[in-house]
């Protein structure tokens, strides 16, 4: 007999996969294997249901076997009501599971408690970015630019920028993509720091680029962003 997250999982898979789905996850998502196809909402509505129960149980039910089975354990954790401790005890052990962009990003953008707590998770991420992992490093950068932009915490990010040396691509679109939104934001704090910093010419080109493929900025300075760019 099946337990009952892997139960669920699988109805919700056979309902919700599609073949065109899954060509176009395996596009965007090299060298992950094992793509259902099931897509993303379904997942989030099947989390939030079993959120509801016994998160742990279910959680701790689920296997690695596919990219949604672990994104849906991603979803878990950020729907989860649970004490702070615990909270951070499971997205430790989440961590090294995962190992593309989207399960990273998407399970970034459900931990929502991070906005309730910025200072808890703010030292949270402290040792976090001396790891070595790539995806660790990702999940780093994109919830300082998902919950930390802001008036409190801009000054604090620049400086936290300049330690990753980390040479994995997903990690320097990542900060690519964090130095763009805060130029968005914050222009003339991220101008200074794009005329000051450690950033290598990749990811400080890049970050340029993303700027001014943003419809947020205006042309004129697009234009001063260009002229910045290194040769």
Request: net charge neutral; charged share 20%; aromatic share 12%.
């Amino acid at each position: 007999m099946k337990a009952p997250c892997t139960e669920r999982y699988a109805r919700c898979c056979e309902r919700t996969a599609v073949s065109h789905r899954l060509l176009l996850d395996s596009s965007l998502l090299p060298g992950t294997e094992n793509i259902l196809g099931v897509r993303l909402p379904a997942l989030r509505r099947l989390a939030k249901r079993l959120a509801k129960e016994n998160w742990l149980q279910n959680l701790n039910l689920c296997t690695q076997d596919s990219f949604e089975e672990i994104m849906l354990q991603g979803f878990l954790i950020g729907y989860a009501k649970a004490p702070l401790p615990v909270i951070f005890d499971q997205i430790t052990q989440f961590l090294p599971r995962i190992n593309n962009w989207s399960v990273c990003d998407s399970f970034c953008i459900t931990l929502k408690i991070a906005a309730q707590y910025p200072s808890e998770f703010w030292d949270f991420f402290q040792p976090l970015l001396n790891s070595q992992e790539e995806f660790t490093l990702r999940f780093v950068l994109v919830m300082l630019l998902d919950y930390y932009i802001n008036d409190e915490y801009i000054d604090s990010l620049f400086p936290l920028f300049d330690r990753i040396t980390h040479q994995g691509y997903y990690v320097k679109m990542a900060l690519a993509w964090a130095i763009s939104m805060c130029y968005v934001r914050f222009p003339a704090q991220t101008t200074l720091y794009l005329h000051n910093n450690r950033l290598d010419d990749f990811t400080y080109n890049k970050s340029l680029q993303k700027i001014t493929e943003s419809h947020s900025v205006s042309a004129e300075s697009k234009q001063i962003i260009r002229s910045m760019k290194r040769n």
